[in-house]
Every structure is written in structure tokens, then in C-alpha cells.
């Protein structure tokens, strides 16, 4: 599960800050313009007053005076706008494009461990849901919301000036309205941020569905998935219902906080008026202003509420992001001539803190030489691999890799040193071409093309409509399994890193390709370490070294014709491969 941290209102707002500080600049010059318009608008206010006042008293030359004071203003005022405008589209472009660099930056620096913990449905829409709302906050909500904060406050000083007792009476109403709304919409925070579980549920399923479709096809699963999707979703609306039967209580709040304050204005500022406590231009300059602060307020519950649901969906994205990442750290070792490529020295591992998969696993592989690791299915082979390459952090142990401490290499640069065909092949969406260049970005066609031959994979793609420009399909799903394995083997050819791991990288072939393949592989591997894992024993009958595992320990190790003779598990393993070989063979 994802490292809960707590998040309150603060935390978040110092976390949305490492976002902001390096705008510091554009941010206080927008600031800046902001009050001086509300400056501005304050001016423009008194003009309104001095103005009316003049034309009462039948002032021409102070009329004309004040009228073009004020139309002076305005052209400053709308300056300022343009000015304040563009260095806020400036900072909201620039920190959206932080937010989500930051976001893919981190998304693929995470751990595996915490990948394969986390569903990937939730974690994407945290990715993309939450973070849009996290943008739209720091983009537009948060610093509008403040500078309608600072204009609320400077422009009430201006109107309680001219008249105190009418500034009461007419905002009255706004305090009780706003606690009555800040009653109604307490709750919808934790509505919208169950909702928004909801939806990464429900991505979930959707992807679960999507990606296993022919599972579900072949079991008839259309309904289950179906079933499940309707119940989250039906969790989500129970949700929605309740937000929205809260909302329901708003807009009467609403209207009070719009339309009784003027109506209280005119009414008793006339009578202000008319007992001569306020002039009628000051009258008009305060009903002239007060839109500006009833309207802050009118807006205020749905400024609450977006408040409310981009602090929800923050601290679901943060919680993803501040997730510690795979370290950085290491040096990059640069002489690789050294006796052995790699050892465990007493590894101890398990993935979930439980039962240890690995125990107290040691070995020592020659450089250069290749070494098969065979045995039971779910033994852990693949773990070894995968802790070769680093993937996981190992509870006891040491593991070296050219006899230093794997810990003290940099991640970057030990995987550079390793080619590796994992178990499951992974195609990405995109031509043949550019899933074997995965192995070198660099590399030309021809180096492609030669390392397609020596996965034996050259001609079946040149029998595809576009040869090697021919798109696969998300998981390369137009491809058999065996083709998706020599374009993964290809690749790993394609990289010509000193180590290669191929974990049951021919399991989906035919013998015959098989062997095929093997001949060529066993030119590239010269010169290098190679660990092999396969469970048809056949094909690593010529390897230098077989380490036999059971149950995360290595039980027997020797060549081949040793173990055989040893009657230990690989005799067994191989008389059952073996009879069955045969079996098959008379049939
Ligand atoms: N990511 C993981 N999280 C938790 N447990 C895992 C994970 N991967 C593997 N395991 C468990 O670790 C054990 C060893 O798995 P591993 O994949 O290394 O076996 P294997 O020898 O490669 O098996 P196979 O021959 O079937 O590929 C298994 O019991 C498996 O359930
Ligand atoms: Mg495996």
C-alpha cells in the first residue's frame, strides 16, 4: 500500500510551494499589478464620488476634470491588466509543465516493489485525474483566491471610511450565510475525495478488463467485470447523491449573500442620504464597490468546494509523489577485469517482509562463463535475475557485481552492463523497428537488422506488411508469442551489454528455432557472462556451470554429465524432461 502521509490543509500548501518558489519573481509581479488594480479600482471608486458630487453641485470644470482623471485610470487599469494577465499565463504555463515533469520523473523512478504493491489503475488516475486538478489549483485557483482575499480586505477598509454603519447593515447577512454554508459543505470533502477513490477504482477495473480481454472472452467474464465496475461506480454515486443533495442547501445561501446586501444598501444609504450622513456620491462609489466584495463572497462556495476537492486530489497526488523513489546515488565502476561478474555472498530475500524466497543464497559466477539455473517452478530463479539487475533491495547479504558491493553502484550504470530477457515480454506500442532499439537508442538499422538475425527473427518480419517498420500493436498483440520472444531477444542482442540474462527466453519456440537461435546466441555470448534459466534441460546441457535450486537454495551445482550421474533433483528433473521426450517422440 502507498506510504500514508497525512496531509492537512498546511502540509499541503508547503508542499505545493516546492512548486511555486522558483516563480517567486513572476509571482510577485503579479501580485504586485493585482494590487495596484485593486488600487486603481479604489481610485476610480473616489472618482465616481468626486464626479457625481461635482455634477450635483453643478461643478462643470471639476466634472470635466474628475471624467477625464477617471478615463485616464481606466487606461491604466487596463495596462496593469495586461501586464498582470500575461506574467500569470506565464507562471501557470510553466508550473503545469513542472507539475507533470515531476509527476513522470517520479512515476519512473519508483520502485518495482512499489509498482507491483499498487494498482496501476489507481496510481494512473492519480497521475492524471488528480494531478489536472492539483494544476488547475496552483495554475488558478490559489493566487485568484488570494488577491480576491487582499481586494475583499482593501476595499472594505474604503467603504467602512465612508460610512460604518452602512458597511454593517449591508454585509450583515454574509457572516451567518457563510457559516451556514461552511456547515452544508464540511462534509463534501471527504464526499469528494471518496469519490475520486472511486474513479481509481473504477479506472482500475476498466484497465484489469481491457488488459486480460481474452481471458475474459474465453471465461465469459463480461459480466463479472461488468458486475464490478457498476458496484464501484454505484459507491461513487451513493457519494455523488450525498454531495449533491448538501449542494442543494447552497444556492438559497447563495442568493441571500448576492441580492440582500444590495437591497439593504439602497435602501438604507437613501436614508443615510437623506439625513445628509453619507453624500450620494459616496452612496454610489459604495454600491459601485460592494459588488467586488459580494461577489468574492457569492463565489465563495464554489471556491470552497474546488478548494476543497484540489486539497483531496493533492494529497492523493503527493502521497504518490513524496513515495520514497529508487536511489540515485553510486558510482559508475568503469573497469569491469575482474575474476568473477557476479556473487552472492549469503543473500536472504522476500518480497513482502514474510517467508524468504532466497535463503542465505551464495555462488560465485566466473566472468565469462555461462552458468544455467534450473529447477521447480516458483523456486526463484527469476528473483536472482531480477536482483542481479538490482530491482529489489535484498534483506541480508551482499550481492557483487564485479566485486563491488551492487549497493555502491550506481543503478544507471549497472543496468547499462546488463542485457536481460525477462520472462514476460513487454512490446511497446510502435514500429519493430523502434522496440529492438530499445536496446540502443543509437544503434543503425544494420546493427538492427543483425541483431534481428541472431534472434532468428530477421525473416518473419520481413514478411510482415512493413518489415521492420510494421507497428505492433499495445503488447505487440499482432504477434505470436514466440515472435514477441525474439524481438525481445533481438533487443537484449542489440544492447551488447557485458552481462545477459535471459530468463526462459525461448520457452514459447519451437525446438527447432530454438536451437537455431542458441547457435547464434552462443557467438554473442563469447566474451561474455551469461545466466541462463530454462526449464527445457536440453538447452543448457553445454553450459559452464548448472546451479540446481529448490525452494530459494541452491542444492546441487556441477556440469551436466556430473549432475546426471550426481542422481540428485536434476537427474530427476531431466529423466522425467527426458521420458517424456521420449513419449512424445513415439507418439
Ligand atoms: N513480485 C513479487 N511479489 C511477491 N512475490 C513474488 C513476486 N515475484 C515472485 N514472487 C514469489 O517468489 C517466488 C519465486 O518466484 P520466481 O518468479 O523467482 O520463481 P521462478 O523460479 O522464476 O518460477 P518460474 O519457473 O515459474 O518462472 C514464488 O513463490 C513467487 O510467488
Ligand atoms: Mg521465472
Not at 325 to 347: A, H, M, Q, Y
Not at 476 to 482: A, D, F, Q, T, V
Request: with cysteine.
Amino acid at each position: 500500500m502507498l506510504e500514508r502521509n497525512k496531509y492537512s490543509f498546511i502540509k499541503v500548501m508547503i508542499r505545493m510551494y516546492t512548486f511555486i518558489k522558483e516563480y517567486k519573481l513572476l509571482i510577485t509581479i503579479y501580485m504586485i499589478l493585482s494590487v495596484l488594480n485593486i488600487g486603481v479600482n479604489l481610485f476610480l471608486a473616489n472618482l465616481i464620488n468626486e464626479s457625481i458630487n461635482s455634477a450635483i453641485n453643478l461643478d462643470k470644470n471639476k466634472l470635466y476634470s474628475y471624467t477625464f482623471q477617471m478615463a485616464v485610470i481606466i487606461i491604466v487599469g487596463l495596462v496593469i491588466t495586461y501586464f498582470s494577465t500575461l506574467s500569470y499565463g506565464i507562471f501557470k504555463t510553466r508550473v503545469m509543465l513542472d507539475v507533470r515533469k515531476s509527476a513522470i520523473a517520479h512515476l519512473e523512478k519508483l520502485p518495482l516493489s512499489f509498482m507491483e504493491k499498487n494498482h496501476s489503475g489507481d496510481i494512473i488516475s492519480r497521475f492524471t485525474n488528480d494531478l489536472s486538478s492539483v494544476q488547475t489549483f496552483i495554475g488558478d485557483d490559489l493566487f485568484k483566491t488570494l488577491i480576491q482575499i487582499i481586494s475583499v480586505i482593501f476595499t472594505s477598509i474604503y467603504l467602512i471610511a465612508i460610512n460604518l454603519k452602512l458597511f454593517i447593515a449591508t454585509f450583515i447577512v454574509i457572516p451567518p450565510a457563510l457559516f451556514m454554508i461552511n456547515v452544508i459543505s464540511k462534509p463534501m470533502e471527504k464526499y469528494f475525495k471518496q469519490a475520486s477513490r472511486n474513479l481509481g477504482q473504477a479506472n482500475s477495473i476498466v484497465q484489469d478488463s481491457y488488459g486480460g480481454i481474452f481471458i475474459v472472452k474465453a471465461f465469459n467474464l463480461e459480466k463479472l467485470f461488468q458486475d464490478k465496475y457498476l458496484e464501484v461506480i454505484k459507491n461513487g454515486l451513493k457519494y455523488n447523491i450525498k454531495g449533491v443533495h448538501r449542494l442543494k442547501f447552497i444556492p438559497p445561501f447563495n442568493i441571500i449573500l448576492r441580492s440582500t446586501p444590495f437591497a439593504i444598501c439602497l435602501i438604507y444609504g437613501a436614508y443615510l442620504s437623506i439625513n445628509k450622513e453619507i453624500s450620494t456620491g459616496q452612496l454610489l462609489s459604495f454600491t459601485y464597490l460592494m459588488g467586488n466584495i459580494v461577489w468574492t463572497f457569492a463565489f465563495l462556495p464554489s471556491t470552497i468546494s474546488s478548494l476543497i476537492n484540489a486539497i483531496g486530489a493533492s494529497e492523493r497526488f503527493f502521497e504518490v509523489l513524496d513515495t520514497s523513489t529508487e536511489r540515485e546515488d553510486g558510482k559508475r565502476f568503469e573497469s569491469l577485469d575482474t575474476k568473477n561478474s557476479i556473487s552472492f555472498k549469503n543473500v536472504s530475500f522476500s518480497y513482502n517482509e514474510g517467508t524468504n524466497i532466497l535463503k542465505e543464497l551464495s555462488f560465485d559466477i566466473k566472468k565469462d562463463s555461462k552458468i544455467a539455473l534450473v529447477g521447480a517452478s516458483g523456486c526463484g530463479k527469476s528473483t536472482v535475475l531480477k536482483l542481479i539487475a538490482s530491482f529489489y533491495n535484498i534483506q541480508s547479504g551482499n550481492i557483487e557485481f564485479f566485486e563491488n558491493n551492487s549497493k555502491e553502484w550506481s543503478l544507471n550504470h549497472l543496468r547499462s552492463k546488463i542485457s536481460y530477457v525477462s520472462q514476460d515480454t513487454y512490446l511497446f506500442p510502435g514500429s519493430i523497428l523502434d522496440n529492438i532499439l530499445v536496446g540502443n537508442l543509437h544503434a543503425a538499422k544494420e546493427e538492427v537488422i543483425k541483431a534481428a538475425r541472431i534472434a532468428n527473427a530477421h525473416e518473419f518480419i520481413l514478411e510482415l506488411p512493413q518489415g521492420y517498420d510494421t507497428m505492433v500493436g499495445e503488447r505487440g498483440i499482432k504477434l505470436s508469442g514466440g515472435q514477441r520472444q525474439r524481438i525481445s531477444i533481438a533487443r537484449a542482442v542489440l544492447k551488447n551489454a557485458p552481462i545477459i540474462l535471459l530468463d526462459e527466453a525461448t520457452s514459447a519456440l519451437d525446438t527447432l528455432s530454438e536451437a537455431v537461435i542458441q547457435e547464434s546466441l552462443e557467438k554473442v555470448m563469447e566474451g561474455k557472462t551469461a545466466i541462463i534459466v530454462a526449464h527445457r534441460l536440453s538447452s543448457i546441457k553445454h553450459v559452464d556451470e548448472i546451479l540446481v535450486m529448490d525452494n530459494g537454495c541452491i542444492v546441487e551445482r556441477g556440469k551436466h554429465e556430473n549432475l546426471v550421474k550426481n542422481n540428485g533433483l536434476y537427474s530427476k528433473l531431466y529423466a522425467k524432461q527426458f521420458n517424456d521426450y521420449d513419449i512424445q517422440e513415439s507418439i
